[in-house]
């Protein structure tokens, strides 16, 4: 009999049906704290890229080495995310929250003070590490929201996400132009530290929510496993988070090469002014989660991974156009963003008991494709130039076409 793998009924039926339970919903300006909270987190991860160039030559880095300022960030992302953010299902999100943020303090001094590539480098990755904290985040605002807005709040908090990224590029910029690279990580500290103790404060109390199922450590982390081995969506899902984050780090990591050579030899703050122009995919995010309450996730996904593909074509004339460069920038933040966005308000919705774990297993995938992306695009500029990277972002982002029209197109079970 026909029947769809990935079909927007399916998707919307598991929704409706584990996804419902209590919801106290949430006002507009925690709602907003939550985005700015996780804005200001995940920026950690992407101060890195517009710098890499002045890193490299202050610490006297290799071309190689320097690329792994941001694998070894993505690698830290990801070992949070499977050994850190599960423990929301378990322990008391609030205090989880701040007691991370005020470790990252840490972590961000350390990279701030660096005075060889080692110290560098281990404090990048214990910032990656720490930086889950926006998924911790994330996990807390989706468990606040009733069901049937979960696709709005998680979309307005996913904006807060994109903001952050593409405000990283330009502020670190702007700031090591005005004040040294090392200003960057110094003021994130900061800032960092004064959302601990606002925060504390202002997060929400789960009065009605039930007191989560004790699990040992161990078990937690095997559950995690075990979801993954249950659910055939969460699987499909985080393999689409993979592709498309694969495809984003692949030019994101990599485009500050081109654009600080000639004929271009452009400013830290010019390069990180990039960021703004991908403003877009903020927009994305929350049009993809009212699209997802109203069931079109399906064709949500696609729509987005057609335009990721797409969006390769301007970005391979970068060397000749900057124009081009703005226009492919655009494309490509609008797709990863509306697949991001619908991603996790599907994979929510199937236990949202465990919603840490889903959420922090899915993006372990994110990480996996970042960190891969990364390498696999500062490596292919030093050998083959940036027509070999747009080649592999492109192939990256038509694997993950294919794999949406293979698992939506109906079929005959044998």
Known sequence: MPMSCDSEASERQDAASRGAGPGSGLSRGVVAL???ACGAAVANVYFSQPLLVTMGHDLAMSPALVGSVVTLTHVGYGLGLFFLVPLGDVADRRRLIVVQLLLLVGALVLVATARTAAALLAGMAATGLLAVVTQTLVAFAASLAPPTGRGRVVGTVTSGVVIGILLA??????????????????????LTALLALVLHRVLPRRSDEAAPTPLPYGQLLRSTVTLFARERLLRLRALFGLLVFAAFSTLWSSVALPLSEAPYSLSHSAIGALGLIGAAGALAAGVAGRLNDRGLSRLTTGAALALLALSWLPLAFTRGSLWALVVGVVLLDLAVQAVHVTNQTLIYALHPAAGSRLIGGYMVFYAVGSATGALAATSLYAVAGWGAVCALGAALSCLGLALWACTSRPFRRG
Not at 174 to 182: F, I, K, N, S, T
């Open 169 to 190: 590029r330009t502020a670190s910029g702007l700031l090591a132009d005005l004040a040294g690279w090392r200003s960057v990580y110094l003021a994130s500290a900061s």
């Open 34 to 36: 939550f985005a700015v």
